[in-house]
């Protein structure tokens, strides 16, 4: 014969109390029941509360079955019983001492935590003595992750109009001390602030997460050509290697640099020039590392500049800056070459 369990005296207390508490409010437990607010009751003649009643969204919310419910304190839920703010505002609660709902961090019965307004109110009998609290929970978990969301995203915002303004700062100053007349000045402001705001749109549409290096530079270089007709004169080979939105943004306007320097003195300036970007990952002493060599060919004879200019000083100490590793440009007589040496971020699988 299949074994019966016996029930403990606590469990039978509850059931009976239970089963009074039905009888005593049957049209207000069928609607407890049938609602798809979480609700419990309570009994007010216990200092702990214990619930004598529990519908099932409550169960559903909480993970718990009924029978491991009835009989529990109140708080059995908490999800830090050591929260003595929690628990004073649930005392509050049933001696009708709080103006307010309360918020509180609750545990199912699976370990995850879930917030919840609580709502307490006495059910009283023909003479008036409280006998039972009615309680109701409304999950506010979705919400206050959606808060977080929001704090966080603001937070990020924040962090990218700083990181911005910055760039923008340092594109004037840098270009104010451009040794040109004003209109020349103000060209080169426009240009990069053109190739910063392109940068932005990239790194929008990939809503600020990693972003794929072949994209970066093919939307870098897309306005001198890259898909018109310099588009068999540009040489692009690499894996698609994701960069952080700081490290993009620094690699774009590199690009963009190395791209109008091209255009005014470079491969780009006559119609037989190329440029050639490949990278690769290298493993070092301290650790793996990304070369990236921008190699022009087949344009006008290259010397030595006597002086550096605004988009050497951004490529070699700007853009080493932001990497963290170091950035050369060479001038051999063939054409511009620029190397980049730097630790290596992740890499795209589907790349």
Request: hydrophobic residues 40%; aromatic residues 8%.
């Amino acid at each position: 014969m299949p074994k019966i369990a016996k029930k403990s005296a606590e469990q039978k207390d509850a059931e009976a109390e239970v089963e009074s508490f039905s009888e005593d409010l049957g049209p207000f437990v069928v609607a407890a029941e049938t609602t798809r607010m979480a609700m419990v009751f309570t009994d007010a003649k216990e200092p702990d509360h214990p619930i004598v009643f529990a519908n099932d969204s409550f169960l559903d919310l909480t993970g718990y079955g009924r029978e491991e419910v009835l009989g529990q304190n109140f708080n059995f839920l908490l999800a830090h019983v050591s929260d003595a703010a929690a628990m004073a505002d649930i005392r509050a609660n049933f001696a009708k001492h709080s103006d307010h709902d309360s918020e509180i961090l609750y545990r199912r019965k699976d370990g995850s935590e879930f917030w919840a307004a609580i709502f307490i109110s006495p059910v009283t009998d023909e003479a008036g003595k409280i006998v039972q609290h009615f309680a109701s929970f409304v999950d506010l978990t979705k919400h206050k992750e959606e808060l977080a969301n929001s704090k966080k995203l603001i937070e990020e915002l924040n962090h990218r109009v700083k990181n911005t303004l910055s760039t923008v700062q340092s594109i004037v100053w840098q270009a104010l001390r451009m040794d040109s007349d004003s209109k020349t000045i103000q060209e080169a402001i426009e240009s990069r602030l053109q190739a910063l705001s392109r940068s932005h749109n990239l790194l929008t549409r990939q809503n600020w997460k990693d972003t794929g290096l072949f994209d970066v530079i093919t939307d870098a270089l897309e306005p001198f050509g890259i898909t018109g007709g310099r588009a068999e004169r540009i040489i692009i080979k690499g894996g698609n290697v994701l960069f952080s939105p700081k490290i993009a943004l620094a690699l774009s306007i590199a690009v963009h640099e190395l791209a109008t320097n091209a255009v005014k003195y470079g491969a780009f300036s006559n119609e037989t020039g190329s440029v050639s970007i490949g990278w690769e990952i290298k493993e070092a002493l301290d650790g793996r590392r990304l070369h990236l060599k921008w190699q022009e060919k087949n344009g006008p004879v290259v010397a030595q500049p006597l002086r550096r200019g605004f988009g050497s000083r951004m490529i070699e100490t700007g853009l080493a800056h932001e990497v963290g590793g170091t950035v050369r440009l060479e001038y051999p007589t063939e054409g511009l070459l620029c190397t980049m040496n730097f630790p290596a971020p992740s890499v795209d699988p589907n790349g």
